[in-house]
């Protein structure tokens, strides 16, 4: 059985997406942000969302742990920001239900969502430039990096919170990326 360990950045969510992974026949743990990758046997990594970038732990070290990592919101700007790209604080603020355009059909995260999709995502901060070696995935009116992908590496991200009811195909992104995992 394929097994992916959600790294808890203290969100608000995080237990959901423990529970969305355990839904899909995963098997999971939530682990704390200062285990050391090396304590972890997983076949993927979840870095989940959070209130704060001076609270991620020795999440940064799971981006070179040789194994597929989905950074959701705060998860996806640690990405970001550890691998050379760029974080700022949005224009638009807090929680909002937002139309993402899937600008990469062929996407392994999010292509399946193509042409568009609504989520429920915080925009208080969010990826500005993306990390070298990544493409942008999905955008928005509020947000220019909605979803990126380095699909060599494996690493992905997304600003929304897939996790939650109001994201209408969340459940896609974590079976998209459970697809990923078991893909290796």
């Known amino acids: 059985m394929t097994k992916i360990v959600v790294v808890d950045n203290h969100g608000q969510f995080t237990h959901l997406e423990r529970r969305a992974l355990r839904d899909l026949g995963v098997d999971t743990d939530l ?23 001076d609270r991620i732990g020795k999440s940064p070290e799971y ?19 550890e691998l050379g790209g760029q974080v700022g604080s949005g224009e638009y603020g807090g929680y909002a239900d937002v139309s993402v355009d899937i600008v990469d059909e062929d996407d392994p995260l999010t292509g399946s969502l193509y042409p ?20 942008l995935t999905a955008k928005s009116d509020v947000c220019d990096v909605e979803a990126m992908s380095d699909t060599d590496r494996d690493l992905y991200g997304v600003q929304w919170h897939p996790e939650v009811a109001h ?14 995992c078991e893909s290796q």
Do not use: K, Y
Request: with cysteine.
């Open 63 to 81: 981006l070179e742990a040789d194994m597929p990592v989905l950074g959701i919101c705060l998860g996806m700007q640690l990405i970001a920001e």
């Open 116 to 135: 568009e999709t609504r989520v429920w995502a915080s925009h208080a901060d969010e990826v500005t430039e993306l990390p070298e070696g990544f493409e």
């Open 167 to 180: 994201t209408e195909e969340g459940d896609e992104i974590f079976e998209n990326f459970l697809s990923i």
């Open 31 to 53: 682990i704390d942000n200062d285990t050391p990758p090396e304590e972890v046997d997983a076949d993927g990594v979840v870095l989940s969302g959070g209130p704060d970038m």
